[in-house]
């Protein structure tokens, strides 16, 4: 199997380098980028597995970035923000998971290892099927009425624990641990809360009133089927 593709984009040569350092020591293959305007060549010519992206960057700032990316391949955002909105934000533009600087590389390293897993690998063989809904396992494919919606790998994560689970209702501190592999004490809940908001809109007839994904007041989120 060839080795997957990580491009970095950061503005610090030093953060740029010892990111790249423990990406290849754990086996893959590192593009740095240090110019926002710099991204869209690279990942043409490079065709990275999953993006480092930093938001503090010269040119197109990382959200811009972000935008631009779209669902097209994994992100991990690294902020030197604290502020909860900013985080809220990247999650928003479809990032898939999010570092705060100062940061360890090791985590740094956990996080791309678990974003690309479970963007990579199928999460089974079935097609669950309800009403108009139906959730291609393997082909990692989400239809709504025959129609195929995109989602980012980790929306299609989260819809596909719950919809595997029907009924059965998981804390956000459950479903980092499923979904994330962290916890509350390394990741904010508010994770969870933001990408269930984002499959509603994509799945849901009115997110207001959602059919499929029940919030549990006081508990987390149910699966109706």
Do not use: C
């Not at 970035?65 to 934000?89: Q, Y």
């Amino acid at each position: 199997m060839a080795a997957q593709r990580v491009l970095v984009v950061d503005d610090e040569p030093t953060v740029r380098d010892v990111v790249a350092r423990y990406l290849e020591r754990d086996g893959y293959v590192v593009r740095e980028v240090g110019d926002g305007d710099e991204v869209a060549a690279a990942i043409e010519s490079f065709r990275p597995d999953l993006v480092v992206l930093d938001v503090m960057l010269p040119g197109r700032s990382g959200l811009d970035v972000l935008r631009e990316l779209g669902n097209r391949v994994p992100v991990i955002l690294l902020t030197a923000r604290t502020d909860e909105t900013d985080r809220v934000l990247g999650l928003e533009l479809g990032a898939d998971d999010y570092v705060v600087k100062p940061f360890s590389p090791r985590e740094l390293v956990a996080r791309v290892r678990s974003v690309l897993r479970r963007s990579g690998a199928p999460t089974g063989t079935a097609v669950l099927t309800f009403d108009d809904l139906s959730i291609d396992l393997a082909a990692r494919e989400v239809r709504v009425a025959g129609e195929v919606v995109a989602l980012t790998a980790k929306e299609f994560d989260v819809l596909a624990h719950l919809a595997s689970h029907p009924r059965q209702v998981f804390s956000r501190a459950q479903l980092l641990v499923a979904v994330w592999d962290s916890s509350p004490d390394y990741q904010d809940p508010a994770t969870v809360t933001v990408h269930v908001r984002r499959v509603r809109n994509k799945i849901e007839r009115d997110p207001e009133q959602p059919r499929w994904i029940a919030t549990v007041w006081g508990v987390g989120y149910r699966f109706e089927p």
